[in-house]
T-cell receptor, first 114, second 111 residues
Framework: KAGVTQTPRYLIKTRGQQVTLSCSPI?????VSWYQQTPGQGLQFLFE???????NKGNFPGRFSGRQFSNSRSEMNVSTLELGDSALYLC?????????????FGQGTRLTVV | GENVEQHPSTLSVQEGDSAVIKCTYS??????FPWYKQELGKRPQLIID?????GEKKDQRIAVTLNKTAKHFSLHITETQPEDSAVYFC??????????FGSGTRLQVQP
């Protein structure tokens, strides 16, 4: 079965612009989480969506937002881009049954802000 | 919320030696502890996980131990090989809360 798919793989944007990243989870998975990965900072949790509702949120400014559609696909949006937003953005999907379960990661979108 | 601390941040071992990575967590409600391996340029992938009703789990050269009382868990890799070189992340989770990851350990296995 197909894995988690993220598009695009690479993006270059200018400061002040906005960007939208997409994540298609594994079929049947209803939970999608987003993480920011920067060198030395590990995996910083952005937010998690389940059944089109944001269920958890990390400590990121309001410029970072997301949504989930009825088919569980999720998008993440970053507005007014800053240089510090340059990072690898990973999404992960999981079954999200009762009790934490394995998260499956996509390949990530590498965002470069210039 | 949950806070997961991981150390060391870097670890260098000789091929054939053992490697140990340690994590602590803060939320006593956490009951699921996976370990992910991320090779250079690739996505993180699960290598082993443990639930709070188990104290130890092994899978060939990899083992994880959990001490619920002390709120810490460890990854043990025996007979390390160059292909074990990667960044390893621990994580803690519970119920419907998203996983909280440690800051990662870069393991370098010297041939």
């Amino acid at each position: 079965k197909a894995g988690v798919t993220q598009t695009p793989r690479y993006l270059i944007k200018t400061r002040g612009q906005q960007v939208t990243l997409s994540c298609s989870p594994i079929s049947g998975h209803r939970s999608v989480s987003w993480y920011q990965q920067t060198p030395g900072q590990g995996l910083q949790f952005l937010f998690e969506y389940f059944s089109e509702t944001q269920r958890n949120k990390g400590n990121f400014p309001g410029r970072f937002s997301g949504r989930q559609f009825s088919n569980s696909r999720s998008e993440m949006n970053v507005s007014t881009l800053e240089l510090g937003d340059s990072a690898l953005y990973l999404c992960a999907s999981s079954l999200a049954g009762v009790g934490a379960t394995e998260a499956f990661f996509g390949q990530g979108t590498r965002l470069t802000v210039v | 919320g949950e806070n997961v601390e991981q150390h060391p941040s870097t670890l260098s071992v000789q091929e054939g030696d053992s490697a140990v990575i340690k994590c602590t967590y803060s939320d006593s409600a956490s009951n699921y502890f996976p370990w992910y391996k991320q090779e250079l340029g690739k996505r993180p992938q699960l290598i082993i996980d443990i639930r709070s009703n188990v104290g130890e789990k092994k899978d060939q050269r990899i083992a994880v131990t959990l001490n619920k009382t002390a709120k810490h868990f460890s990854l043990h890799i025996t007979e390390t090989q160059p292909e074990d070189s990667a960044v390893y992340f621990c994580a803690g989770g519970a119920g419907r809360r998203a996983l909280t990851f440690g800051s990662g350990t870069r393991l370098q296995v010297q041939p």
